[in-house]
């Protein structure tokens, strides 16, 4: 297996499933980072047989429990002097702006620019969703559903 240096302080995303990473990467913008990033795409992993990873060497001052969103299988730590000290707890946020899009044709969303996409949790358990403007429901699952 690839072997990647320990990080002294930063994050990895860990158990990410197989083909998204690629897409977790983009939606962090890593792409464009100027610290050092890792994306490892298909490592062996003994819970689901292979996983992906992103090891991060810097500080995300964002709220990473939105990465959720793209796969609720993942798990986040924060990295200080080579250990773990935190694990970030990845839950479902309850509003979700801008990442999640209405796919009613007669939404507002749909028919004018520049409105922001609004999304509301109307059940956790079942990983639904409804936008803020119209009610159509998301089910995330049915977005998510490569598991
Ligand atoms: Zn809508």
Do not use: W
């Amino acid at each position: 297996m690839l072997n990647i240096n320990s990080i002294s302080r930063g994050i990895v995303i860990d158990h990410i499933q197989p083909g998204k990473g690629y897409e977790i990467f983009k939606f962090l913008e890593l792409d464009k980072a100027d610290y050092t990033v890792a994306l490892i795409m298909n490592a062996s992993s003994k819970k689901f047989g292979t996983k992906d990873m992103i090891k991060i060497e810097n500080v995300l001052d964002m709220d990473l429990s939105i990465l959720g969103l793209l796969d609720d299988s993942l798990t986040v730590n924060i990295i200080e002097n080579e250990k773990i000290k935190e694990k970030v707890n990845i839950r479902l946020p309850e509003i979700v702006e801008d990442i999640l899009r209405c796919s009613n044709p007669r939404c507002i969303t749909s028919t004018e620019r520049n409105i922001v996409h609004k999304f509301s949790l109307v059940n956790r358990e079942k990983k639904l969703y409804k936008c803020d403007y119209c009610d159509h429901l998301y089910h995330l699952e049915d977005h998510n559903n490569d598991h």
